[in-house]
């Protein structure tokens, strides 16, 4: 058995489509079945809401007198693109204030555009024949505005892998605070109710579809950039009249030490015309499975810990290592709901009516890497092979010694191995000098704790790991920990002229 | 009831919360501390109705005392329920409820602060600014 969309829309218009939410397909189709709720079910419809980066919105401001070309642009102080001609622009929500820095930004200027509050324009140009002006400033409201289009290249991702954080501090990210040692895990999306994760095929939801967007009529564009559903990670880019949005439904916001970011209520009506949508709608929140990803690691490959679903995600604690840890969602499981159940009264109101995809989005996707067609600098690049080293029983005046004839501040320091087991700085020989006590040996006066780089790792890596311990210098170890270089703060000055600079 | 208490060492390296434990025998429960060479600064908890001698007793050892009403406070328009908050929160303080709304425990927060830093929306503060 199929249905037509002009079938369910005929219901939608008369006030008797039966219409319900994501998250209430799986009991749905578990008392009735398959058949009889392709028979019962006419839309299904989905929510999501949580912190979109890639979003933004399109501009203009109607011509003023004598007239500009705006060139460079700022809303609130917040920098928009002045590549559209004329008074067209592009804000981006996550490009930050030039004076309120991370506490402000693009997507702020949305939200209080969207809230009826006075955003001030700022532009410069440099003056032409037929557009003499050179510099403007005034305040608006939305209402000023002849458009306020928002179009967000990558929204509504299908899922999200989780976060935790096995290093020995406080990691500040897009996926929230993780706490050290695996303190906590964050997470995002709305699982049974996310709109892709309904439909994985992509079969319903494509170009042309209309959408609930930022509590606007909204529609789907096509693909989102970074669209990946061949490995479940799907985007949507997508479309919306600013001027019919509402502020329940668009908020900006800032994670600490990452940035401002658009919280948005996206949500996507699904017409059941067959048992593949009935199939598809039924998923539930232990169907969904993402990796927990280490943030610890600073790497575009972040190892996963496990796999997890959104049902363990959701209940507050997941198992890890025999450890329970405790669970934060970034994205609001409440307004998904809430953007599914206004999405549904939409369509029982008959004031949404569904269309098929006019275009179908490839579901086949996969996203590459960037290609790098120059690498940046390594450690091996630029660290010092010469490597002036004490074992760890010799005396501290032979530790001096090294040190005045190695020209060196950093003596690593080897056990009878050859193995690293610490580090003695000129600042740890004089202090033993200077208040002579018990300690003869390195041993006694070196630092065990050596924070060590590898030959491989980014410098910029490497240059993170001198600015947080505040330290000038560090060994290059091998996977046994053999040091095999140094790497000091003076090497840095290699990449000064060098061809990394190019 | 919860007392924030600040000493300098100008008065001296007295122990000022043992002191009092043994003066008034009452239970002084140290919630959150921070004690470094020149000063110190306590989060703690006592029977609301022992306030006003523990109160008096740290004061007279030069201790600056103050009372605070409040632990965090959520502001509901800022709010969206994400539940950020949650999980960094070490004495589990917020909770989401069967529809997904966010709770304050009040009572247990210790005024840490780290809760402000995780939430997106600037929507925790609290009233005793200290």
């Known amino acids: ?502 | 009831m919860k007392l924030l208490v600040n000493f300098s060492r100008k008065a001296g390296q007295k122990p000022i919360i043992a002191q009092v434990v043994k003066e008034t025998g009452v239970l002084i429960n140290v919630e959150r501390a921070i004690i470094d060479s020149s000063e110190g600064e306590a989060l703690i908890d006592i029977p609301d109705e022992s306030c006003k001698i523990v109160k008096e007793k740290m004061a007279n050892l030069g201790a600056t005392v103050r009372v605070l009403e409040h632990g965090i406070i959520l502001d509901e328009t800022e709010c969206v329920d994400c539940g950020a908050c949650v999980s960094v929160c070490p004495h589990e303080v917020f909770y989401l409820d069967d529809q997904w709304v966010i709770h304050v425990r009040e009572g247990r927060c210790v005024l840490c602060g780290r809760c402000m830093d995780a939430c997106p929306h600037h929507a925790l503060y609290h009233k005793d600014d200290f």
């Open chain 1, 1 to 502: 058995m199929k249905k037509s969309i002009n079938l369910i829309n005929e219901r939608v218009r008369d006030g008797n489509a039966r219409v319900v939410t994501a998250d209430e397909m799986p009991g749905i189709v578990a008392e009735l079945g398959e058949q009889e709720t392709l028979r019962e079910v006419d839309v299904v419809t989905t929510g999501t809401f949580g912190a979109m980066c890639s979003s933004g919105a399109f501009f203009n401001f109607g011509h003023a007198e004598p007239p500009i070309r705006m060139e460079r642009i700022w809303l609130n102080d917040v920098e928009a693109y002045g590549g559209l001609a004329a008074v067209d622009t592009y804000i981006g929500a996550t490009q930050q204030s030039t004076t309120r820095e991370d506490q402000y930004g693009g997507a702020h200027v949305i939200e209080d555009f969207i809230a009826g509050k006075s955003v001030e324009l700022r532009a410069m140009s440099r003056g032409t024949d037929c557009y003499p002006r050179r510099t403007i400033t005034t305040d608006l409201l939305l209402e000023h505005l002849n458009q306020a289009i928002m179009c967000n290249p990558r929204n509504a991702y299908q899922r999200y892998n989780a976060a935790i954080n096995t290093t020995d501090r406080v990691l500040h990210t897009y996926m929230g605070m993780l706490l050290p040692n695996s303190g906590n895990i964050t997470f995002s999306g709305a699982g049974v109710l996310n709109p892709l994760s309904n439909d994985p095929k992509l079969r319903m939801i494509g170009c042309g579809v209309p959408i609930f967007l930022g509590g606007a009529q909204g529609m789907v564009v096509g693909e989102g950039t970074q669209h990946s559903s061949a490995g479940g990670f799907g985007t949507l880019m997508v479309t919306g009249n600013m001027k019919e949005m509402s502020q329940d439904y668009v908020r900006a916001a800032t994670m600490q030490g990452y940035g401002v970011t658009l919280y948005i209520g996206v949500g996507i009506p699904i017409p059941v015309v067959d048992l593949d949508v009935v199939r598809s709608t039924a998923v539930r929140d232990e169907d969904i499975a993402v990796d927990l990803l280490d943030y610890g690691i600073p790497s575009r490959n972040r190892p996963a810990i496990r796999k997890v679903n959104y049902a363990e995600l959701r209940s507050g604690i997941v198992e890890v290592n025999g450890e329970e840890i405790r669970t934060s969602s970034l994205s609001s499981y409440r307004k998904a709901k809430d953007v599914a159940e206004t999405l549904k009264s939409w369509v029982e109101q008959g004031r949404m009516t569904l269309v098929l995809p006019t275009r179908p989005i490839n579901p086949e996707s996969k996203v590459k890497p960037m290609h790098e067609s120059v690498h940046g600098p390594r450690v091996l690049d630029i660290m010092d092979k010469r490597v002036v080293s004490i074992g760890e029983t010799e005396e501290i005046r032979a530790a001096a010694q090294k040190l005045l004839k190695g020209e060196t501040n950093h003596l690593p320091v080897i056990n009878s191995n050859g193995l690293l087991v610490g580090i003695v700085t000129t600042y740890d020989i004089s202090k033993a000098v200077a208040n002579p006590g018990k300690a003869t040996l390195v041993r006694d006066i070196m630092k065990k704790k050596v924070v060590t780089t590898t030959q491989d790792e980014p410098v910029d890596i490497a240059v993170q790991k001198l600015e947080r311990h505040n330290i000038s210098a560090m060994p290059v170890v091998d996977r046994d920990m053999h040091v095999i270089a140094m790497l000091t703060a003076i090497d840095l000055g290699k990449l000064i002229g060098g061809r990394w600079l190019k």
